[in-house]
């Protein structure tokens, strides 16, 4: 009896530290697909920094509570709408992404050669186009969550923690750098969104 006490002690001990191995790992691998995804929150938050005058902790909260909510919301999406609509969603999710990044991008561009030389808005209307075209890659990976059956309610608030992180970092990058080179930092901000619309669009329609 002493001896199957100890083979079972060994036994479940094993057990306990190879699922603390796999949740480990399996919080890795969500660690480093939240920073994938933040990427672009990131990106478009560099770029919104160059536009504003004088930056306030408010523009930077405000900036990365959009990005963190849309980023962590558009997996749970995903994951509920799952393979009823994978057909749909994945047929026009990256259009919407490409036609929203290359208008704001233009629009940033074209606002280097006005008058009016900052925006420091960020309201409803300047965010919530923003928030979407970043977050669009998101819904695709809730869809995939769906299928692996992982805890969506924890993935979304590491997706949606992280992106807020990065995102709240960005915007002061970016005004840091546009402050000295603001209409040339505008003017390149611009060309990336614009890149990164056409790259999203050139990914999904298998040309690269």
């Not at 191995?21 to 933040?38: H, P, Q, R, Y």
């Not at 560099?46 to 997996?75: A, E, N």
């Not at 769906?146 to 960005?170: P, W």
Request: glycine residues 8%; contains cysteine.
């Amino acid at each position: 009896m002493g001896r199957t006490s100890v083979v079972m002690c060994i036994l479940t001990t094993r057990k306990v530290i190879t699922n603390m191995v796999s949740d480990l790992m399996n919080f890795i691998e969500l660690f480093l697909v939240s920073i994938g995804l933040a990427m672009d929150a990131f990106a478009v938050s560099v770029c919104k920094g160059l536009s504003m005058k004088k930056l306030y902790f408010s523009h930077m909260f405000i900036v990365g509570i959009y990005f963190g909510l849309f980023q962590g919301f558009m997996p749970m999406i995903g994951y509920f709408l799952g393979s009823v609509f994978e057909k749909i969603i994945i047929s026009v999710d990256h259009w919407v992404a490409f036609v929203l990044l290359v208008l704001i991008g233009f629009n940033m561009i074209k606002e280097t050669f006005s008058n009016d030389e900052f925006d420091d808005k960020v309201n409803f209307k300047a965010m919530f186009p923003l928030a979407i075209a970043t977050s669009i890659d998101a819904l695709s990976v809730g869809i995939t969550f769906a299928f692996l059956r992982v805890n969506i309610f924890l993935s979304v608030l590491i997706i949606g923690i992280i992106t807020f992180v990065i995102s709240f970092i960005g915007v002061s990058v970016g005004n840091r750098f546009g402050s000295k080179y603001r209409a040339l930092a505008q003017k390149v901000g611009g060309i990336i969104l614009i890149f990164m619309g056409i790259k999203i669009l050139v990914e999904h329609l298998g040309l690269i």
